[in-house]
C-alpha cells in the first residue's frame, strides 16, 4: 500500500491546507504549514468486525473489516445471523483482502485468481455504496451492515430485534419462500411500523440495510412488496 493511502487527509480548519496524519489517530494536531492547533479525527469511520452483505442474484458477498487494514469475503447463500457463527480468518473459504478508508470514502482490494477486484465508494453508518471496476466501466455494488451482528459501530440489539420482527412478519404470512409476502396486506401495517422505526433510528441507510436483509432470506416477491409497503416513509422511493 502507498504512503498517500496510509495517510488520512485531513484540512486545517484555519488555512485551508491539506495534511495528511496517521489513521486511528484523535486529539489535537498543530498545522505545519500555519502552526496553528486543531482537533483531528482519523478514526476509521467503517464498522470494525461487523458482518457486511451484499445481496446478489443466488447469493451475498459478504465482507468483514479489521483494524489492521485487512478483511475478509465470501460469497454465500446463508443469512447473516448464521455466516456469522462461521464467517473468520480460519475459515477455509474466505478470501482475505484488504482495504483503506479516506475520511467517508473506502477503498477495497480484494484478490482473485485471474485479477485484483477493485471497491471504490462511500461509507453511511449502516451502508457502503460501492463500485467495483470492471474492463467495459464500473458496476454499483451495495453493501448493507447486518444491524446487531457483531462489530463496533451503531447497530444494537433493538434495530437487530425489528429487522428480525420485519422478516418474521413476512414469514408467517407466507411459509413458502416463492409465494407473495403479503406485506401489501395483512403483513403491512406491522412492516410500515417497523419501517417507521427504522427510519428515526438511522434513516434511509438502516431502512436500506433491513430491505436487504428481506431480500436475502425470503426472496424478491416479499423484497417488492416491502418496498410498495413502504413508500412515503422519510425518504425511502417505493
Known amino acids: 500500500m502507498s ?17 495528511r496524519l496517521p489513521p486511528h489517530r484523535t486529539g489535537t494536531v498543530k498545522c505545519p504549514h500555519c502552526g496553528k492547533p486543531f482537533s483531528a479525527d482519523t478514526r476509521t469511520k467503517i464498522t470494525i468486525g461487523g458482518l457486511y452483505f451484499a445481496p446478489l442474484e443466488e447469493a451475498a458477498q459478504y465482507f468483514t473489516f479489521y483494524d489492521d487494514g485487512t478483511l475478509i469475503s465470501v460469497m454465500s447463500d446463508g443469512a447473516p445471523a448464521e455466516v456469522a457463527r462461521w464467517f473468520t480468518r480460519q475459515h477455509r473459504e474466505v478470501s482475505p483482502g484488504r482495504f483503506a478508508v479516506t475520511g467517508e470514502e473506502i ?10 477486484a477493485h471497491y471504490r465508494g462511500e461509507i453511511t453508518p449502516y451502508t457502503l455504496e460501492l463500485h467495483i471496476d470492471l474492463p467495459d466501466g464500473k458496476e454499483y455494488v451495495p453493501a448493507f451492515l ?6 463496533q459501530g451503531p447497530a444494537g440489539s433493538d434495530i437487530r430485534t425489528l429487522i428480525e420482527d420485519l422478516v418474521a412478519a413476512g414469514r408467517k404470512a407466507s411459509p413458502d ?12 401495517e406491522r412492516a410500515e411500523k417497523i419501517g417507521a422505526d427504522l427510519d428515526q433510528r438511522g434513516g434511509l441507510g438502516l ?30 422511493m417505493s
Open 207 to 236: 431502512m436500506q440495510a433491513a430491505h436487504a436483509e428481506v431480500l436475502l432470506r425470503l426472496g424478491r416477491i416479499p423484497a417488492r412488496e416491502l418496498e410498495a409497503a413502504w413508500g412515503g416513509i422519510g425518504e425511502w
Open 3 to 19: 504512503q498517500d493511502v496510509e495517510r488520512i487527509k485531513v484540512q486545517c480548519p484555519a488555512c485551508r491546507q491539506q495534511i
Open 107 to 116: 477503498e477495497i482490494w480484494l484478490p482473485g485468481r485471474k485479477a485484483t
Open 146 to 151: 447486518a444491524a446487531g451482528v457483531g462489530g
Open 177 to 188: 419462500r416463492r409465494s407473495s409476502s403479503h406485506f401489501l396486506e395483512d403483513a403491512r
